[in-house]
């Protein structure tokens, strides 16, 4: 079936990047985008950027922009998402998710905790 | 930066219409999408394109657009519908993606 898995959680210090894996499976991983979404605790959805598998092709929301990179490994399937200078309000359920209909597919979600 | 907006909170009782709200100024230029998502789980998409149903959503869910306003419509609410809704779309380039704010709905 269709999924995306996502890495572990993550225990990063304030200043510190934070690298988050995304591997896809059951479908061609270069056909679909990735999107990266974020979920501070209690908070609403939060879209960062997407990354074109196929091209490396990405765009950032401004707010992330010269902080975040999004990059993929075709031969393994799998999409990344580095995020780097973390702060306290940096800590949030990271996702990745296939832009097919909207985001039809959603990985578990990555908690990162920043803390010193 | 474009916002969505929507209502932070929707009640009904079961078996009542539920309709929530998006509101965005490049809405008539892009299509919505809605999210359903429940405590602990990931987003589960419930409408896309503004008024298509993906499989295994029930027939009870809908959605409509209207110039800058989207309604997504649950009919017959039960209590498992009981959950945060998001609204999803771009800005009017298309390029960036953009979520409402969230409207918990509330079956009382």
């Known amino acids: 079936q269709v999924q995306l898995v996502q890495s572990g959680a993550e225990v990063k210090k304030p200043g510190a990047s934070v690298k988050v894996s995304c591997k896809a499976s059951?479908?061609?991983?270069?056909?679909?985008?990735i999107n990266w979404v974020r979920q501070a605790t209690g908070q609403g959805l939060e879209w960062m950027g997407w990354l074109n598998p196929n091209s490396g092709d990405t765009d950032y929301t401004q707010k992330f922009q010269g902080r975040v990179t999004m990059t993929r490994n075709t031969s393994i399937s799998t999409a990344y998402m580095e995020l780097s200078s973390l702060r306290s309000e940096d800590a949030a359920v990271y996702y990745c998710?296939?832009?097919?209909?909207?985001?039809?597919?959603w990985g578990q979600g990555t908690t990162v905790t920043v803390s010193s | 930066s474009y916002e969505l907006t929507q209502p932070p909170s929707v009640s009904v009782s079961p078996g009542q219409t539920a309709r929530i709200t998006c509101s965005g100024d490049a809405l008539p230029k892009q299509f919505a999408y809605w999210y359903q998502q429940k405590p602990g789980q990931a987003p589960v998409v419930v409408m896309y394109t503004d008024s298509e149903r993906p499989s295994g959503i029930p027939e009870r869910f809908s959605g409509s657009s209207s110039g800058t306003t989207v309604t997504l419509t649950i009919s017959g609410v039960q209590a498992e519908d009981e959950a945060d809704y998001y609204c999803q779309s771009a800005d009017s380039s298309g390029t960036y993606r953009v979520f409402g704010g969230g409207t918990k709905l509330t079956v009382l």
């Open positions: 998710a296939r832009g097919h209909r909207g985001m039809d597919v």
């Open positions: 059951g479908y061609t991983f270069t056909n679909y985008d």
